[in-house]
C-alpha cells in the first residue's frame, strides 16, 4: 500500500515561490502527479511524470512556473512552485499510480493520494 504525505504549502505573496513535497511510503507506482482544487471547483491536473523521468507534462496554466521533480534516495516528489498568482490559490494534492505513455491528467487514472496542502497567494 502506498502512503502520500504533502508538506510545503503556505502563504506567500504574488511573485512569490514555494516547494510543495510529497513523502511516498511504499514504491511500485510508475506515475506520480499533482493536482489542486480551489474552493467551489472541481479538482483539476497540475502536473505529472513518470518516475524514470519521462511522461512529464503540466497544465498550460502552470507551465513555464512550475516543475514537477522526485528524488529517488528519498523517494519523495517535489513541486517547485515560481512566479505564483492569486489564482493558483488552492488546495494541492500528490497522487500516484500506474499510467503509462502520456495524457494521464485525469484523476480517475491515479491510485492513490495524499490529504492535501494549502497555498494562498496573495495580491
Known amino acids: 500500500q502506498v502512503q502520500l504525505v504533502e508538506s510545503g504549502g503556505g502563504l506567500v505573496q504574488a511573485g512569490g515561490s514555494l516547494r510543495l513535497s510529497c513523502a511516498a511510503s511504499?514504491?511500485?507506482?510508475?506515475?506520480y502527479g499533482w493536482f489542486r482544487q480551489a474552493p467551489g471547483k472541481a479538482r483539476e491536473f497540475v502536473a505529472t511524470a513518470m518516475w524514470n523521468g519521462s511522461g512529464t507534462g503540466y497544465a498550460d496554466s502552470v507551465k513555464g512556473r512550475f516543475t514537477i521533480s522526485r528524488d529517488n534516495a528519498k523517494n519523495t516528489v517535489y513541486l517547485q512552485m515560481s512566479s505564483l498568482k492569486p489564482e493558483d490559490t488552492a488546495v494541492y494534492y500528490c497522487?500516484?499510480?500506474?499510467?503509462?505513455?502520456?495524457?494521464?491528467?485525469?484523476?480517475?487514472?491515479?491510485?492513490?493520494w495524499g490529504q492535501g496542502t494549502q497555498v494562498t497567494v496573495s495580491s
Open positions: 497522487a500516484a499510480g500506474y499510467c503509462s505513455g502520456y495524457g494521464c491528467v485525469g484523476s480517475h487514472q491515479y491510485n492513490y
Open positions: 511504499g514504491r511500485g507506482f510508475s506515475r
